[in-house]
């Protein structure tokens, strides 16, 4: 049976800091429904144009083609033994999709992580975030700088800030998930799937935490 974690949290909680982490250490591949996104935008798709729209405004892009998207992207062979979903489901209408697909390719959801940290910390880290052109690989001026400035440690590539994380978009994110997004906590923890982890740690102390998380 295949093994889906599905990381929760705030934008700028760590999920995709922590996925890439994860992915590595546990083999199973990390699935951002954002980089999806972007890497659309960047090729010019119908669906990247599209997505652009909301993703400027810091809008939620439509249930029917977000779930699309995911559903095309877990039927590729590498994720046979599961993922790590990064940014998907953020509603609970992608939350019953994906149980649904789940049952397509016998796959279950396994634990829910539930990355936490206060508002102010989410917005200072956000507006010091600088994201990898290659691959997404993430960074962060003040927390977690790369060796040699504006080039991404792993692929050499140019470090560029998003759009979207200039403060009045990343305010409106985070009202986006409190709205939309946060009735997942609950949806998850009646399905005795969350775990709750305090994400104002360093980004070692949430990996440890995160595996251990998985162990149990
Ligand atoms: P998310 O995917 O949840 O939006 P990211 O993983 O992109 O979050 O992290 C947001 C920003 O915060 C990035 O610049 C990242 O380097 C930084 N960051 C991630 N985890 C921590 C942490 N535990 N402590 C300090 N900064 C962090
Ligand atoms: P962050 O990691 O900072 O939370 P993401 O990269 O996950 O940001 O998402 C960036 C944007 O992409 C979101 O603000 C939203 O517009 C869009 N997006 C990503 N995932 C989804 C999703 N599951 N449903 C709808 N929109 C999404």
Partial sequence: MATFIVLLGPPGVGKGTQAKILSEQSGLVHISSGDLFRENIKN???LG????TYMTKGELVPNDVTIAMIRERLHHPDCKKGA?????PRTPAQADALENMLHEFDGHVDVVPFITAAEDILVERLSARWTCRANGHI???KFNPEKEAGKCDFDGS??????DDKAETVKRRIDVYLDQTSPLISYYRDHDKLVEIDGM???EQVTRDLLNALKN
């Fill in 44 to 46: 010019q798709t119908e």
């Fill in 49 to 52: 144009k599209l997505a652009q």
């Fill in 84 to 88: 790590i979903l990064d940014g998907f």
């Fill in 139 to 141: 960074f962060n001026e």
């Fill in 158 to 163: 140019e470090l560029y800030q998003r759009d």
């Fill in 201 to 203: 740690q360093s980004i």
